[in-house]
């Protein structure tokens, strides 16, 4: 369907600069994607002037909006969830309820204790905290700033925040809609822009394999209608040769 013809099986930094620059029985491609861990990050960045890459993707992240309508074991698990990725992961909450970190914290002592990943997790928690923050529009603000990689919205109203925030890799709206889902079976792509890059980035995506070309056609009414705005300019540039290729064809 996707009309691959030749896969390799390597990973690692050595791949990405296999695939960049090519080797005896890997020809150079044009375009890597795809998550990583810190290695193969940065190898895509310093080979990104021999193959287009899709964004800077580093160690997970997620920011939770959440309200004292949020349930604070599904905001601790979700917490979880990510910081059992990497140690270097972070989980950020924020909240207008004052209450709720403190509560999410005694649920997240749960489950660590019961958590296979216990010491990854405990790692990552601690490049992780809570905010506290007067009202929703405050929430987006600081969300903003942090622009996550994942960015779970558990309020009363999950809907109306989407269109108040404007970074996020992925906007996961509501208690039922966890992260991982997003992972594995929503159908989103879950390679995301990590470390504040959502504030430049788009997670991957269709439109990543394809590029544009711009098409140009004027017929000579069209050329009338600029021909002078453009000998203009290209005069007051000193690009005279610019001015004459119009001119010519207005003098057919």
Do not use: W
């Amino acid at each position: 369907i996707a009309g691959v013809t030749e896969i390799y099986n390597a990973g690692g930094a050595q791949a990405i600069a296999a695939m960049a620059l090519g080797t005896e029985s890997i020809r150079p491609v044009q375009k890597i994607v795809g998550p990583g861990n810190i290695y193969v990050t940065l190898a895509k960045m310093m080979l990104r002037e021999h193959a287009e890459i899709d964004f800077p993707a580093g160690p997970s992240e997620i920011g939770i909006i959440a309200d004292s309508t949020a349930n604070p074991r599904i905001v601790a698990a979700d917490v979880l969830a990510q910081a059992e990725h990497d140690p270097n992961a972070a989980c950020i909450l924020i909240t207008t309820d004052k209450t709720l970190p403190a509560k999410v914290g005694e649920e997240i002592k749960k489950m660590v204790a019961e958590a296979p990943r216990k010491e990854i997790i405990v790692e990552a928690l601690k490049n992780s905290g809570y905010t506290i923050v007067d009202d929703i529009a405050a929430a987006c603000a600081a969300s903003d700033v942090v622009a996550p990689e994942h960015l779970s919205i558990q309020v009363a109203d999950p809907l109306s925040v989407v269109t108040k925030v404007r970074n996020a890799g992925a906007i996961f709206v509501g208690k039922y809609s966890a992260v991982a889902c997003g992972d594995y079976a929503v159908g989103t792509n879950h390679c995301l822009p990590t470390a504040g890059y959502s504030k430049m980035y788009s997670g991957l995506d269709v439109q990543h394999f394809c590029k544009t070309a711009s098409v140009e056609m004027l017929d000579r009414d069209g050329l009338e209608a600029i021909g002078d705005i453009v000998e203009t300019i290209a005069t007051a540039e000193g690009l005279h040769a610019h001015a004459q290729s119009v001119r010519v064809r207005r003098e057919l």
